[in-house]
């Protein structure tokens, strides 16, 4: 079997000693050009890898780093990682990540991270509970951190997080350019940072346009489908009138077209719904899901770089750094010639800010991604007289499919089974 270069036979290769080739892997000391080119060659000729731990013994540091993520299953947070670790790996660095759901399975982790010698960490949403406590210590002796999807508040940490008030802003804002007035919202937890600031936007748009934020409008789910149906739901049987949805993530959107479409109500004909994310799955929909994209692995590129650069210069002040979200990309094209997203798709935004209208030839015919909100007065009832003109559908006797309010339309063994476990 053959055995692994060492340093003494990339010296040899490269006619230099030892402490030449040292220099070089380390980028200290004076090497002359020459030579430096030299020693690389010699080392892609044979292959040579370095001992990870000899040189965290020369250099003080392991070059790894830890991620606490909440969950390694889900779609938001993984691409976020496997954005950070691309990074991480292009600056000579090695990630080791592990999930804690709660901040009790927190404690152990930072233990398993330390035992390992990690160079820093990266946390996500650590004030979505208490983890926070347990990194406060680590801060306090100088262990590099960087919080990804919180502010740091008053610790001197690096933050990235996505643009959520602006991101809340866009989305209200499209609705409103299509012409709706009464636009409904779903909410994420209310724990979460991201949550208070998409809200935030939501009310901001509105209060632009001289429309009162009415809190009838709002309800709250916890990220999953079964979240936005169930609460999508609440808002058809509480009475309160609505024409477009804008729902926090992608998940809470499907979940809240299955609650409409069980009520009668045409997506996008009679209601438009909005998403956030721009999940894989969104161009796959029927129609295809308007989303705004959360920028996953720029989060992750610009966490890992914080924190490399918080490890190689210490003296570095904190950044807190906004990645905006973008318009979806994903225009799916129907048969018809339109848009075919729940809502149409969303306009570019220039570095204005401002919405750039698409060339297109007058329509007579509603957007097929979102028809505009009734012109006449007096249309309170439009869900319930939608409902009266629709027949039952499959497999709901017609006795039972009833009046828009009334909660017997389904019966409990009837709900559909949505996947609670998605999270944020």
Known sequence: MRSRPTIQDVARRAGVSRQTVSRVLNNKGEVRPETRDRVLAAIEELNYRPNAVARSMVRGHTCTLGCISPSLTDFTFASIIEGAQAEARRLGYFILTGSAPTEQEVESLLEEFLHRQVDGLIVFNPYADGRFRYLHPLIETGIPVVYLGNTARGEPVSSV????????????????????????????????????????????????????????????????????????????????????????????????????????????????????????????????????????????????????????????????????????????????????????????????????????????????????????????????????????????????????????AYSGNQVPRLSSRARR
């Open 161 to 408: 997080r996505c643009d959520d008030r602006d991101g809340g802003f866009q989305a209200t804002r499209y609705l409103l350019d299509l012409g709706h007035t009464a636009i409904a919202t779903v909410t994420g937890p209310p724990n979460e940072e991201c949550v208070g600031d998409r809200l935030s936007g939501y009310r901001r748009a509105l209060e632009e346009r001289g429309l009162p934020a009415d809190d009838r409008r709002v309800v709250s789910g916890n990220w999953s489908a079964l979240s936005g149906y169930q609460a999508t739901r609440s808002l058809l049987e509480s009475g309160a009138r609505f024409t477009a949805v804008f729902a926090q993530n992608d998940q809470m959107a499907v979940g809240a077209i299955r609650a409409l479409r069980e009520a009668g109500l045409r997506v996008p004909g009679d209601v438009s719904v909005i998403g956030f994310d721009d999940i894989p799955l969104a161009s796959y929909f029927d129609p295809p899901l308007t989303t705004l994209r959360q920028p996953m692995a720029e989060l992750g590129e610009q966490a890992a770089r914080l924190l490399i650069t918080a490890i190689r210069e210490p003296h570095t002040p904190p950044q807190r750094l906004l990645i905006p979200a973008r318009p979806s990309p994903h225009h799916a094209a129907p048969a018809d010639g339109g848009t075919g997203r729940a809502g149409g798709p969303p306009p570019h935004h220039g570095d204005s800010g401002a919405p750039h209208s698409p060339p297109a030839a007058p329509d007579p015919r509603p957007p097929p991604g979102a028809g505009p909100p009734p012109a006449t007065p007096g249309t309170t009832g439009r869900a319930r007289r939608a409902l009266s003109r629709r027949a039952a559908p499959p497999g709901v006797p017609a006795r039972r499919y009833r009046h828009l309010h009334t909660r017997t």
